[in-house]
């Protein structure tokens, strides 16, 4: 079975391709201009989008490098215990928030010091699929489709953070 779904894996792309292809032919479509005029369109979005990237890349750096995420960990490490958070946790869900690659960084930290089987690590694994880059998210894909009245997006995501947040520790104490 699993050697199916390898089989099934590697030839998946190319079919969707193929069939892209053969449906353009079918149609009378020119699928060449049409494949060039969507990665001009592409290419404009990412030119667009770059100086957002930049920036929050650099600003995440920044706080790493710094010591500021230590210091965020040690000074709300004590109030997020009282909810059963370590508090060495604080900064990967700070950063999580704004770059999901530079949380990644942190999660393997926190693996190296504590553990993938730890209750830490637990915690750390299921929230990082339990909440999402909302700063990331919010500038780059608005950005993107021209939106400017977020309404109640922010509040809506930092909610569902929460509640990611809240699940890793629940789920976490269930399975230690």
């Known amino acids: 079975m699993a050697q199916a779904l390898t089989n099934l894996s590697n030839i998946i792309i190319p079919v969707i391709v193929f069939y892209i ?44 490098a710094s010591g500021f995420l230590g210091f965020l960990g040690k000074l709300c490490g004590p109030i997020s215990e009282l909810f059963h958070f370590p508090g060495e946790l604080v900064p990967l869900a700070f950063i999580k928030m ?49 939106v400017t009245k977020t309404r109640y997006t922010l509040k809506g995501a930092l909610l569902s953070t929460v509640v990611g947040i809240i699940a890793s520790v629940v789920l976490a104490g269930i399975i230690t």
């Open 21 to 64: 292809i053969a449906y353009g032919v079918v149609s009378k479509c020119n699928v060449y201009e049409d494949f060039v005029r969507g990665a001009k369109e592409g290419f404009k979005t990412v030119v667009g989008i770059m100086p957002t990237l930049v920036a929050l890349m650099v600003a995440v750096g920044v706080l790493r």
């Open 98 to 146: 704004f770059s999901s690659s530079a949380a990644t960084g942190l999660l393997l930290d926190v693996f190296k010091n504590h553990g993938t089987d730890s209750y830490i690590g637990l915690i750390a694994s299921i929230m990082m699929s339990c909440t999402e880059t909302i700063f990331y998210t919010m500038s780059v894909y608005f950005l993107a489709a021209k």
